[in-house]
């Protein structure tokens, strides 16, 4: 069965540089949320977007952004990189908000930023 | 902000053994969920609860839903090395606009051939 791509699967930038990330959900699922995790952290939420408009909001800095498409892929846009942003970034997808299902969320295998 | 405890922190148990974890917050969750993390992998959906008072089993492992919705426990019994990893607890609010879901700080558990 497919699960959630995310790509790319390792990623190193210097600071102050910009890295965009890439989520391709569960086919048929149109809701999707990024996670960002630390090293011996959880999961930290950070957006997601439902039928292609923001559905809820976490500890994003106000230096990313994201979207998602029409065809419901996300990106996750990071700029002016510091070094406390080196994480693992995991994208996980359902089908429908928490009204409408048990909030059962598939996650990708994550990104892993580092900076330098 | 809704919290999750989980706890133990860390647990190393021999092959075998039996053990319990716990997920405990003084919010109501309408869902909450488990899932098993590999190093460097994605948290893997293990179930979902919703009744309170339900408890669901997974081969050795089984999940109990608090009668309050609050709190929630996964029990292994005879442990084995595969069972090795890190268990979050994960719970979606029961508010409006609860879409998102608040994580546990996780049990990283080690099974010991």
């Known amino acids: 069965a497919a699960g959630v791509i995310q790509s790319p699967r390792h990623l190193i930038k210097e600071k102050r540089e910009t890295a965009t990330l890439k989520c391709y959900p569960i086919p048929r699922h149109d809701t999707v949320y990024w996670y960002q995790q630390g090293p011996g952290q959880d999961p930290q939420f950070l957006i997601s977007?439902?039928?292609?408009?923001?559905?809820d909001k976490g500890s994003i800095p106000d230096r990313f952004s994201a979207q998602q498409f029409s065809d419901y892929h996300s990106e996750l846009n990071m700029s002016s990189l510091e070094l406390g942003d080196s994480a693992l970034y995991f994208c996980?997808?359902?089908?429908?908000?928490?009204?409408?299902?048990?909030?059962?969320?598939?996650f990708g295998e994550g990104s892993r930023l580092t900076v330098l | 902000t809704q919290l999750l405890e989980q706890s133990p922190q860390f647990l190393s148990i021999q092959e075998g053994e039996n053990l319990t974890v716990y997920c405990n917050s003084s919010?109501?969750?309408?869902?909450l969920q488990w899932y098993r993390q590999e190093p460097g992998e994605g948290p893997v959906l293990l179930v979902t609860?919703?009744?309170?008072?339900e408890v669901k089993k997974l081969k050795r492992l089984t999940f109990q839903f608090g009668d309050a919705r609050k709190d929630s426990s996964l029990h292994i019994t005879a442990a084995q090395p595969g069972d090795t990893g890190l268990y979050l607890c994960?719970?979606?609010?029961?508010?409006?606009?609860?879409?998102?879901?608040?994580f546990g700080k996780g049990t990283k558990l080690s099974v010991i051939p």
């Open positions: 977007f439902y039928e292609k408009m923001q559905s």
């Open positions: 996980a997808s359902s089908f429908g908000l928490a009204g409408s299902n048990t909030g059962e969320l598939f």
């Open positions: 919010s109501v969750f309408s869902s």
């Open positions: 609860v919703v009744t309170g008072g």
């Open positions: 994960a719970g979606r609010g029961s508010g409006a606009g609860s879409y998102q879901l608040t």
